[in-house]
């Protein structure tokens, strides 16, 4: 099976050994992934998105699939050098519970390594899964290239309720199918991990 950002394939044990594939997205996927991210959107957890933005940020988003079937997306958009964020992590309600957002995760982590990004961040409703893949929790305040750039059209602008996780990479060679096989990503203790400072700290609020 091929290992790699534009076709990396699996067993997920969960999935009862359904054939899953992770590759980047393309422009004949924009159908599919509207209708994921735009149900999820009416239900006020995720940002709609329209036809031209899909097209626009084509290149940020990898999708998975299971046994053929498209099951779901996430995208990686690089804010500096050494930040990116994790967005529009989706999975159509019939394919959860499989590990599949786990795998995209993986896949999306893998990506920011080898353009030697060091530090993903995401915002969520659901914390705890981040945190099992090895997530921190965060101040909003402290990521504000993701909140002047993105957030200023959110209806929940003002009272934004969902959680800021962030995660330093380790940038070693360590492949996406070795962090699917052992279950981390990085397992040497906190105080060997190289100390790394994030970009641009202080919201000019």
Not at 75 to 83: E, G, K, N, Q, V
């Amino acid at each position: 099976m091929p290992d790699g950002l534009n076709g990396t394939r699996v067993d997920l044990p969960a999935s009862g050994g359904s054939d899953v594939s992770v590759r980047k997205a393309t422009m004949s996927d924009i159908p599919g992934l509207l209708s994921i991210i735009n149900s999820y959107a009416a239900g006020g957890v995720m940002l709609p998105r329209t036809e031209f933005e899909m097209a626009e940020n084509i290149r940020d988003f990898s999708v998975i699939e299971m046994s053929g079937e498209l099951a779901g997306c996430g995208a990686i958009h690089f804010y500096t050098p050494r930040s990116a964020e994790i967005r529009s992590l989706a999975i159509a309600p019939q394919f959860q519970g499989f590990g599949a957002g786990k795998f995209l995760i993986a896949q999306l982590e893998e990506e920011a390594r080898s353009l030697r990004v060091y530090n993903v961040f995401a915002f969520t409703y659901i914390p705890e899964f981040f945190r099992k893949l090895g997530f921190s929790q965060i101040e909003r305040g402290e990521l504000p290239l993701k909140a002047w750039k993105d957030c200023l059209r959110c209806p929940k602008f003002q009272c934004c309720d969902e959680i800021a996780v962030i995660k330093r990479l380790c940038l070693s060679d360590v492949g996406v199918m070795d962090i699917l096989k052992r279950g981390i990503v990085d397992s040497r203790p906190a105080s060997a991990k190289p100390a790394v400072l994030l970009p641009v700290l202080r919201n000019p609020r």
